[in-house]
Antibody, heavy 118, light 107 residues
């Protein structure tokens, strides 16, 4: 069974940094693009970033470009989202999902909550 | 950026009724559209990919259709567990974008 487990969320002050992790199991991780999607409280889904299976190609939403960095460690079956210069509007549940480059997003992890507040 | 517009925003139906959800793209996206279901407090779940292909484990009452700019998700007979929010999403262009969602609620 494919599983994704996010971690690393929490409360951070505006301007601060946080690194999210997503541990994958049940599929060939290195062959799969991976994606982060976020959902602000009471709002819809917003695509954040996608990384190709080998890690050579990365894609970002304009709202996070230059502040967030997606990466992966295929030896550890884990992807990451390094978030810097965090703003109140980055407050959201961050979901990890398989796919996104040449496929739809699925499955999804349960998400990790990031709250940016002083 | 490709804008996806979902309609209606809310659909009020009874169990056993047919639900028809629409998603319109601001430009042609071929068949590169997916549908997701999200229940309160849960992560989204992939229902349909590439416009008309059901994901693994998705019941046959869910079906997707369309190509180009107009897409439809149909639930043939609503079960109690189908009341949720549904999102469409395109993978034709970067950035990937979602529709704003359609809430299917119990009438």
């Amino acid at each position: 069974e494919m599983q994704l487990l996010e971690s690393g969320g929490g409360l951070v002050q505006p301007g601060g940094s946080l690194r999210l992790s997503c541990a994958a199991s049940g599929f060939t991780f290195g062959n799969s693009a991976m994606t982060w999607v976020r959902q602000a409280p009471g709002k819809g889904l917003e695509w954040v970033s996608t990384i190709s299976g080998g890690g050579a190609a990365t894609f970002y939403a304009d709202a996070v470009k230059g502040r967030f960095t997606i990466s992966r460690d295929n030896s550890e079956n884990t992807q990451y989202l390094q978030m810097t210069s965090l703003r109140a509007e980055d407050t959201a549940i961050y979901y990890c999902a398989k796919g996104g480059h040449y496929s739809a997003f699925g499955p999804w992890g349960k998400g990790t909550l990031v709250t940016v507040s002083s | 950026e490709i804008v996806l517009t979902q309609s209606p925003a809310t659909l009020s139906l009874s169990p056993g009724e047919r639900a028809t959800l629409s998603c319109r793209a601001s430009q042609s996206i071929s068949s590169q559209l997916a549908w997701y279901q999200q229940k309160p407090g849960q992560a989204p779940r992939l229902l349909v990919y590439d416009a008309s292909n059901r994901a693994t484990g998705i019941p046959a009452r869910f079906s997707g259709s369309g190509s180009g700019t107009d897409f439809t998700l149909t639930i043939s007979s609503l079960e109690p567990e189908d009341f949720a929010v549904y999102y469409c999403q395109q993978r034709s262009n970067w950035p990937r974008t979602f529709g704003q969602g359609t809430k299917v609620e119990i009438k």
